[in-house]
């Protein structure tokens, strides 16, 4: 892999933050034109052609201003592209397109495992996962998780003497929840803090799946200890399994509601987890990861999509997502041509790439 040029380094983060361009439209405009650069002088002809007129790059002075604030803060910022860019990670459909670190990004391409679970844990559930954080650091597992209360700071407690991955939904140096100062800089220290927002922005809820998303990617599989049905950890588990990795649940007790999200997750097909032994068991099975890579959507695709092509492709979305080799098909039409339109109509507002090759108004 050849090392990305400043100019295209500079790009990439300047591409990411546009708006309307999130991880889908961001790896199709790079599929499409090759790089950062090509995309960015491609997307005024495009914007243009969708008949959006109010689609503005943001200012080459806010890039710079990001790339010093996360110099002054010591952290380090990895792209989609870059060697050290997680490989785990990179085989997410989409993947980031970039990182913000702040300790030891080595971490990241480590054997990595996920444990998380419920905000107001039980004290047996913290202590479970505290405990079995500390075994598989022992056995050379990287743990990741969220920094929440509960669950996520016992995990990187226990994990602490190993190596522990603490992803963040705001930025790099947003310490959240407060309480969690002190553990956030011994993981500066002994760890790595993880990041796809901007340095300086604080987390909001829109954050939390995009931070979900990193921590089951970045992992061979993920352990809930304790969680209601609706939580974020069980969003985290249903990620993972998108994603093809493992997923295991410690049970509980059916009168505790903390334990309804991991016995439930058990009916589903999730792996028993009580300890390490389980894990390693899990590990051992052959599994094959989807490795990043492969032919791009826009092979064939026209140098120009016409008027004509955007609207017969807007005519069939509808807000249910579709394939996009479905579309192709109903047009009789190559899926390159047809990749091509969705993501102009995607810049101007018309449509949305969602994971998977899938497509909605």
Known sequence: MSPLSDAERFARLRLARTD??????????????????????????LVRRSGRADYVLPPTAAVEAELEAGAKLGARLILLGDSDYPSLLAAV??????????GDPTLLSRACIAVVGARIA??????????LAQQLGEAGHVVVSGLARGIDTAAHQG?????????LGGGVDDVYPPDNAGLYDQIVEQGCIVSESPVGARAQARDFPRRNRIISGLSRGVIVVEAELRSGSLITARLAGEQGRDVFAV???PLD???????????????LCEGLE?????????????????????????????????????ALLSPTPTPRDELARALQLPVGAVAAALLELSLSGRASLLPGGLVSL
Do not use: H, Y
């Open 278 to 314: 389980d894990v390693e068991r899990a590990f051992t099975m052959l599994r094959t990861l989807r490795e990043p890579g492969g032919s791009s959507p826009f092979d064939g695709a026209p140098d120009q999509v016409d008027e004509a092509l955007l609207e017969r492709v807007a």
């Open 93 to 102: 459909d989409p993947p980031p397109p970039l990182l913000w670190t702040r």
């Open 20 to 45: 309307r361009i999130g991880p889908v439209t961001f790896s199709q405009l790079l599929q499409r034109f090759g790089s950062a650069e090509s995309a960015i002088d491609a997307l005024p002809d």
């Open 122 to 131: 039980s004290a047996g559930g913290q202590r479970i996962a505290r405990g």
């Open 257 to 271: 509601p903390r334990s309804k999200g991991p016995n439930e997750l058990l009916r589903q097909g999730a792996i």
């Open 251 to 253: 049970p509980g007790s």
């Open 159 to 167: 994990a602490l003497p190993t190596g522990t991955i603490a992803v």
